[in-house]
């Protein structure tokens, strides 16, 4: 069974602060994804990553895909209120589960103004 | 085009009543997804249609649950004698072809918040 592990599943900081989240896995996902999900509401894409290694950045926000496809990252610089919600890694695979993505638990972030 | 829809947003229902959801999908999407999300955790997979054939199921989906998606466009989730455990958030999501969904990722719909009591 595939698991993906997220750290931490809480974090409260200021508004200005650096934050990462962390996404781990024994497996090698063919993909690994990033959603944001505000309460009630579903997860809506950030990014996407495909290849070992590979750094996305969108605005504040930078993404990294580990070397062995295994581990991801989500790095925030200067946290803003508008950052708050669930921050959800998913990996997926060709083959064998049909492109089902498999979810972290997720991570609560909370930004103080 | 408006994205996923579901409906409804929100259910109540007794324990031991039937429920049934809808979900339509972004209209080239040849993909559908099924998942459950409770509280404090990820979304985890129910089942799976690539057009009309439903082409995989997760342990999760119990003999109460049944999915249909009859011409390849809508889906439908129902669940039959619900119980208190199924009381979660049920989220439709689709997709094109796989290479894509692997590069340009999943569109979510706003779920349904089922809740039996």
């Known amino acids: 069974t595939q698991l993906l592990e997220q750290s931490p599943q809480f974090l409260s900081i200021q508004e200005g602060e650096n934050l990462t989240v962390y996404c781990n896995s024994s497996s090698v996902f063919s993909s690994l994804q990033w959603y944001r999900q505000e309460p009630g509401e579903g997860p809506v894409l950030l990014v996407t990553?495909?290849?070992?290694?590979e750094v996305k950045k969108l605005k504040r926000l930078t993404f990294q895909f580990g070397d062995a496809r295994k581990d991801s990252s989500l790095h925030i610089t200067a946290a803003q209120p508008g950052d708050t919600g669930l921050y959800l890694c998913a990996g997926v695979n060709y083959g064998g589960s049909q492109g089902n993505l498999i979810f972290g638990k997720g991570t609560k972030l909370s930004v103080k103004p | 085009d408006t994205g996923v829809s579901q409906d409804p947003r929100h259910k109540i229902t007794k324990r031991g009543q039937n429920v049934t959801f809808r979900c339509d999908p972004i209209?080239?999407?040849?993909?559908l997804y099924w998942y459950r999300q409770t509280l404090g955790q990820g979304p985890e997979f129910l089942t799976y249609f690539q057009n009309e054939a439903q082409l995989e199921k997760s342990r999760l989906l119990s003999d109460r649950f049944s999915a249909e998606r009859p011409k390849g466009s809508f889906s439908t989730l129902e669940i039959q004698r619900t119980e208190q455990g199924d009381s979660a958030m049920y989220l439709c999501?689709?997709?094109?072809?796989?290479?894509?969904?692997?590069?340009?990722?999943?569109?979510f719909g706003s779920g349904t918040r089922l809740t039996v009591v």
């Open positions: 209209s080239e999407h040849n993909r």
């Open positions: 999501a689709s997709s094109l072809a796989l290479t894509e969904a692997l590069n340009y990722g999943y569109t």
């Open positions: 990553v495909v290849t070992g290694g």
